[in-house]
């Protein structure tokens, strides 16, 4: 199970991005050149919306890209993979590269997206939305994250 999940903006066009389950850790480096707190979002509501199809978030750190995927499993799982190509260019669509694995864990779908939604708290929290502009050359996804928090207050709401 995740039990960390961080996104720090480090500088112009730079994050730095923790992932952990307690046992295995994995830290990265990522670009401007693509937009993962976007695509995360839309995957986070993907999934809310019962999507069983397979998200991916590519996290560019130039020429190297790092791909998180989320894959639906039975009764509400979720598979968290990540995997590492170093000589990948994440803008195309054939990798020069071969992605290798270096974290994979299971947890509830639900629990997943929550812990989204309190990195991007954060996020907003840390550096506001201009702040967020200054640092990552694009605005935050304001609309992406309204909409995944009324679904996860309906679903909490619900009894979900």
Partial sequence: MLTRFEYKLVGTGWARVYFSDGIVDSEFTVSYLSDPIRDLLCACISLLDGGVEEQE????????????SLKPIASGELEIVLERCDDCIGLVPEPFGSFEL???????????????????????????????????????????????????????????
């Fill in 57 to 68: 978030i590519s996290f560019c750190d130039e020429p190297g890209e790092t791909k998180l």
């Fill in 102 to 160: 270096i974290f994979t864990t299971k947890m509830p779908t639900v629990s997943f997206i929550q812990i989204v939604k309190g990195l991007c708290d954060r996020l907003l929290l840390e550096n506001g939305k201009a702040g967020y502009k200054t640092k990552w050359c694009s605005h935050f996804p304001t609309r992406s994250f309204n909409s995944l928090m009324m679904r996860l207050n309906s679903i909490t709401r619900d009894g979900g």
